[in-house]
T-cell receptor, first 113, second 111 residues
């Protein structure tokens, strides 16, 4: 079955530690996105990638980094510079960038110890 | 910011139609209306989208007013599994292509 997978489902981060969230899609989509969701809130864009080897900052990119070395993979690293990382992180993809239907993964919940 | 206004919560009896309203008075002529839903602690799920005409698929119907300033998502026979937060989206953030989510409507389907 085609879809988007995210791992792990839960992730714990210690103070000063970098952690990486995985996002993989087998839909052959060009565009991929990372969103952050805080309790009771909508989604906010962290980073997006319109094509392999290219990515741009979203609205809240500070303290995060990404790479897009393969079409199917778009990992997100939460660095120690992100002072409030506790949130629900969602990865999405679409056939093309722009007003296209986006398909979401199941999410990763990041907690700080 | 989200360009839509939705009621924060609604209730619906199981088996009845759920009608979820959305106001988008500043929508541009080339902006689509998208609906997604998010069941607790899961990723958002695409439901339906439209531009001007009413649309129907296996999940729902979308009714868009003639002036395009508002729309209604209709779940014809709501079940307990339809309990979720429903998001109406009309803003794509320009070239970014991302979806700008507001707070949505929390639909509670009750037995």
């Amino acid at each position: 079955d085609g879809g988007i997978t995210q791992s792990p489902k839960y992730l714990f981060r210690k103070e000063g530690q970098n952690v990486t969230l995985s996002c993989e899609q087998n839909l052959n989509h060009d565009a991929m996105y990372w969103y952050r969701q805080d309790p009771g809130q909508g989604l906010r864009l962290i980073y997006y990638s319109q094509i392999v080897n290219d990515f741009q900052k979203g609205d809240i990119a500070e303290g995060y980094s990404v790479s897009r070395e393969k079409k199917e993979s778009f990992p997100l690293t939460v660095t120690s510079a992100q002072k409030n990382p506790t949130a629900f992180y969602l990865c999405a993809s679409s056939v093309d960038p722009g007003p296209e239907t986006q398909y979401f993964g199941p999410g990763t919940r990041l907690l700080v110890l | 910011d989200a360009k839509t206004t939705q009621p924060p919560s609604m209730d619906c009896a199981e088996g009845r139609a759920a009608n979820l309203p959305c106001n988008h008075s500043t929508i541009s002529g080339n902006e689509y209306v998208y609906w997604y839903r998010q069941i607790h602690s899961q990723g958002p799920q695409y439901i339906i989208h439209g531009l001007k005409n009413n649309e129907t698929n296996e999940m729902a119907s979308l009714i868009i007013t003639e002036d395009r300033k508002s729309s209604t998502l209709i779940l014809p026979h709501a079940t307990l599994r339809d309990t979720a937060v429903y998001y109406c989206i009309v803003n794509y953030g320009g070239s970014q292509g991302n979806l700008i989510f507001g707070k949505g409507t929390k639909l509670s389907v009750k037995p």
